[in-house]
């Protein structure tokens, strides 16, 4: 009848049944190498067994034998009591705490409810009273502690209904069973200030908080702080290492913002606090820090190996925080794992990831070079090397790994008693902190660091000054109580680079004055906003209009399992690490050429699928390019999905560069809304001052223009088309031709492209790997019948071969005047795409698609554009700068995104120019000659998955910071 199957209490001694804490008693702990004296652990029992009835739901790694997971349990409680440690069983603390307490709890964690069968309005009062709050004290009172135990544990739902007779009866009683409490580790922190009760990420867990809560109440520990909703935090990605230092994972079950909460707080009571950044794995299995890395002593550590070093796809990212005058202080952001653990004088021992998987990283340290391990290979790894001098025990644990966890999972550990929480130890300002920075950015703390209100970002009023913006701030953090909701509306994730971006950002203002106004300076940038796609999916809200996006998720399952296999894409996480993985790639790339990046995640939270495309909803310019001041400028866009993007911390941390803010986001609203989307619907000559602008439901006219008023651009508007693969003759009213005749525009057409295009114009036969899938398309993969060694790449808008003759003649009957007849009767742009796509073209949604320009390079694809006056006018004005070379590309290199290229500045100011691979495969051999003639670095990057579930190439996911 125990709940908890293996029952210890007749085997606690009087002293480990006694209270820890108490008045004038504090507990906390300082380092994983400090002597353990006290540890919370709960055995296996019954909840544990319900929630195995479905290992993979209650989040268990494997299916487990209970008997076997309570014998190893009880052989670590021996082991750690042999080691002199005061155990106290979670199951032995609920049932001698106090009856009020327990019987609140157990009344929270018991329901009622009515069957669906069941009409309240015909149940009898019976049979409603027994679902009243009444009814329950009832029932709570009469239990014995055994049972409030259980009741607490298994959290029973009782389903009422009533027999023929109307009698009332229990049709089904259903339990949330707290299986994993086994693991105490995660649902609280003990810091050098003292125990802070979390939050957990998954709603499986989240009923332990409250028991945990109880538990340490009846133990005299007392919580000197508690995260709030809707943040999280887990116990397992906290490593303490010495009053000066601790680290803090932050990925997937820990979020940025409980970690600057505590920052905020002051929690930690280190003088240095480094927050681990997960950006590019997020796995399961590396759920927490201490799954990857553990310290064994004050000098080695354990790593997994496949995130030590900068060349490492999924490598971690430190940014680190000092406490300086009351507050904590950045000092340094994004320094790989591995050297920041190194630069404190670790020696990393490498593990692989097999032996990872295998928890040979999650021992328990009990505290002067004293090791408990669950795989021998840690005994191995540690007695085998110089730097490690302690005592490592090895004890069999599989029944509780099968259930996803070790022993530094399953034990919560206090190793120092205290009459109060000590102070933060404050500090100078470290020598790894440039003077730049401390000069650019005095204020850069938690006291002033904060996101101006949403109506300074989102009315229609002007910006407030930046002096408004500053008091503003520190209004805001001057209330000592501030809403936990309030803080995550307003700066998600951004809060860790809010601050940490204010600094940087600061520092480069100063450093970006100096700049000369060359037009390399002018046209690109070296420093780059990017949002990690670790909430990216495929987003249903914009593919309406976006001809190059897959139109539906079974299509991109189909591509992906194509590309990849079908035994790699099995489900939507599975599509989530290869998106890491791409973009992790992306990075490092361009860090390693020098670019510097300005990261951010998005969360579930924010609703924002296709965040990581930031230059679509922001866009910067240098004083150098508007005459005045740096400017921001914010953009109304289509989707509403999309507009969440529009976070108001990056806005706050963007304004510390740009002090100019011109928001346009309110023309998204009303009832005419207009729009215009960013960088990708407009492409910049920003030498000449020249906006180019493929018109279309992203892009109005109006929108153009009025942008162009003001930051003082001139416009060179146009429409651009996209054909599907299986386009038919187009025959509209009044614009019916014969055979003869449409062949005739045939051979006119190609005789006129032949005239305007030059010589390195690609040919019609393309080789490499296919693109993605087209929309409706069934014939695609097919080989050419004209080459059969030649790969016919597949294109979402037309294809040379089957069917190019028809797609011919539409383009010729376009470009008689068709767009003049439909203009005449809609004005408004998703008119025009609704009257296109009837005729299986669509148009090109972004500018981007058609049209590149950077500092001695363009690549247009002309033929695109359907009307022969638009197309004259764009190529003039191209052609009017001789210093550029320009490369015009086909529909079906259009396709592939030859044209989404964007051009960087690295070391030195080389010129560095990146495309996706799907776009490198699709160039011509001497229009890659050409485009390497204008540029120091031509780098590829495989980003395909963004291309086929978004439609979206390199340059959507680069924000330009000038």
Not at 661 to 688: H, I, W
Not at 901 to 915: A, F, P, Q, S, W
Request: with cysteine.
């Amino acid at each position: 009848s125990d709940v908890f199957l293996t029952n210890t209490s007749k085997e606690v001694s009087v002293h480990d049944a006694q209270a820890v804490g108490g008045p004038g008693v504090h507990w906390a702990q300082e380092s994983e190498n400090e002597a353990a004296q006290v540890a919370v652990l709960c055995a296996p029992g019954v909840p544990s067994f319900v929630a195995s009835l479905h290992p993979h739901g209650a989040l268990f790694e494997r299916p487990f034998n209970l008997s076997e997971a309570c014998a190893h349990h009880a052989g670590f409680v021996d082991a750690l009591r042999e080691r002199g440690v005061r155990v106290h069983l979670v199951g032995d603390v609920l049932r001698r705490s106090a009856l009020p307490q327990l019987r609140r709890l157990a009344s929270a964690r018991l329901h009622y409810r009515l069957s669906e069968d069941l009409d309240p309005l015909r149940a009898s009062v019976h049979t409603l009273r027994s679902c009243s709050a009444q009814y329950k004290r009832q029932i709570v009172q009469a239990m014995d502690r055994d049972q409030l135990c259980q009741t607490v544990m298994l959290s029973p739902t009782v389903t009422l209904g009533e027999t023929p007779s109307g009698e009332t009866c229990s049709i089904s009683t259903q339990f949330d069973p707290l299986g994993n409490t086994v693991f105490t580790r995660d649902q609280q922190i003990v810091t050098r200030k003292g125990l802070v009760m979390g939050r957990m990420a998954l709603p499986q867990r989240c009923g332990e908080i409250s028991v945990m809560e109880l538990v340490f109440k009846e133990l005299g520990i007392v919580p000197v702080g508690a995260i709030p909703a809707p943040f999280t935090l887990e116990g397992g990605d906290f490593l303490p290492a010495g009053p000066d230092l601790c680290f803090l994972g932050v990925g997937v079950r820990t979020s940025l913002h409980a970690a600057l909460y505590m920052l905020r707080q002051d929690l930690f009571g280190t003088r240095r606090v480094a927050l681990v950044s997960d950006y590019f794995e997020r796995r399961q299995d590396r759920m927490h820090l201490d799954t990857v890395f553990n310290i064994a002593s004050d000098r080695v550590c354990l790593m997994m190996d496949s995130m030590i070093g900068e060349d490492k796809l999924h490598r971690r990212l430190v940014t680190e925080y000092v406490y300086e005058n009351g507050a904590y202080r950045l000092n340094r952001r994004d320094v790989e794992f591995a050297q920041y653990v190194r630069d404190e004088g670790y020696t990393i021992v490498p593990v692989t990831e097999d032996e990872q998987l295998e928890y040979v990283i999650n021992f328990l340290n009990l505290g002067e070079n004293r090791i408990i391990c669950v795989h021998p290979r840690t005994k191995e790894l540690l007695e085998t090397c110089e730097q490690f001098d302690g005592e490592v025990t090895y004890i069999p644990f599989t029944g509780i790994t099968n259930m996803y966890g070790a022993v530094h999972c399953s034990s919560q550990v206090f190793r120092t008693k205290l009459a109060a929480p000590p102070l933060t130890p404050s500090t100078v300002p470290s020598c790894k902190q440039s003077d730049a920075v401390e000069e650019a950015f005095p204020r850069a703390s938690f006291k002033t660091s904060a996101p101006p209100p949403t109506s300074a970002i989102l009315d229609d009023s002007p910006s407030s000054s930046q002096s408004d913006r500053t008091a503003e701030s520190s209004d805001l953090l001057a209330i000592p109580n501030f809403s936990a909701l309030s803080m995550l509306s307003s700066s998600p994730h951004d809060l860790q680079l809010n601050h940490a971006a204010n600094v940087h950002l600061r520092s480069l203002l100063k450093t970006r004055a100096q700049s000369p106004s060359s037009v390399l300076h002018l046209q690109t940038t070296n420093r780059v906003l990017m949002i990690v796609p670790t909430c990216f999916e495929w987003n249903s809200d914009t593919s309406s209009d976006n001809l190059f996006q897959a139109q539906s998720w079974r299509d991109v399952q189909t591509e992906l399992s194509a590309r990849y296999g079908s035994a790699s894409v099995k489900s939507l996480r599975d599509v989530q690490h290869i998106l890491l993985d791409q973009f992790s790639a992306l990075h490092r790339t361009i860090n390693s050429l020098g670019i510097e990046t300005l990261l951010y995640t998005h969360l579930p939270v924010h609703h924002t699928p296709e965040a990581c495309f930031p230059n679509n909803w922001l866009s910067t310019h240098a004083p150098a390019e508007t005459g005045g001041e740096g400017t921001l400028i914010l953009y109304p866009m289509r989707s509403e999905t999309r507009r969440r993007e529009r976070r108001h911390s990056i806005v706050s941390d963007l304004s510390e560069l740009y002090p100019r803010e011109v928001n346009l986001s309110k023309y998204e609203l009303g009832t005419v809304p207009q729009f215009l989307e960013g960088m990708g619907s407009l492409v910049l000559d920003r030498v000449a001052k020249v906006a180019y602008a493929a018109l279309s439901s992203r892009t109005y006219i109006e929108m153009v223009n009025r942008w162009a008023a003001g930051v003082g651009y001139s416009v060179v508007s146009f429409h651009a088309a996209a054909y599907h693969e299986e386009a038919l003759d187009l025959t509209l009213p009044g614009t019916e031709q014969s055979d003869s005749e449409s062949d005739d525009d045939d051979d006119d057409d190609e005789e006129e492209n032949r005239k305007s295009a030059p010589e390195s114009r690609s040919s019609t036969t393309l080789s490499g790997a296919p693109c993605p899938l087209l929309r409706g398309s069934s014939e695609s993969s097919k080989p050419a019948a004209t080459d059969e060694s030649a790969k016919v790449t597949r294109s979402r808008c037309g294809t040379r071969g089957a069917g190019a003759g028809a797609q011919r003649r539409g383009r010729n009957l376009l470009r008689a005047g068709l767009l003049a007849r439909m203009e005449a009767v809609v004005k408004e742009p998703s008119a025009v795409t609704a009257m296109l796509h009837e005729h299986d073209c669509a148009l090109v949604h972004y500018t981007t698609l058609v049209l590149f320009i950077g500092s001695s390079l363009i690549v247009f694809c002309a033929e695109a554009l359907y009307d022969e006056r638009e197309r004259a006018q764009v190529m003039a004005s191209l052609r009017a700068d001789s210093d550029r070379t320009l490369v015009l590309i086909t529909e079906k290199q259009m396709a592939n995104f030859c044209a989404q290229l964007i051009e960087l500045r690295g070391h030195n100011d080389e010129r560095v120019v990146l495309m996706s691979t799907g776009a490198e495969q699709a160039f011509e051999p001497e229009q890659l000659e050409q485009i390497r003639g204008c540029c120091d670095h031509l780098v590829t990057s495989d980003v395909g998955l963004f291309e086929v579930i978004a439609g979206a190439s390199v340059s959507s996911l680069f924000a330009e910071l000038f």
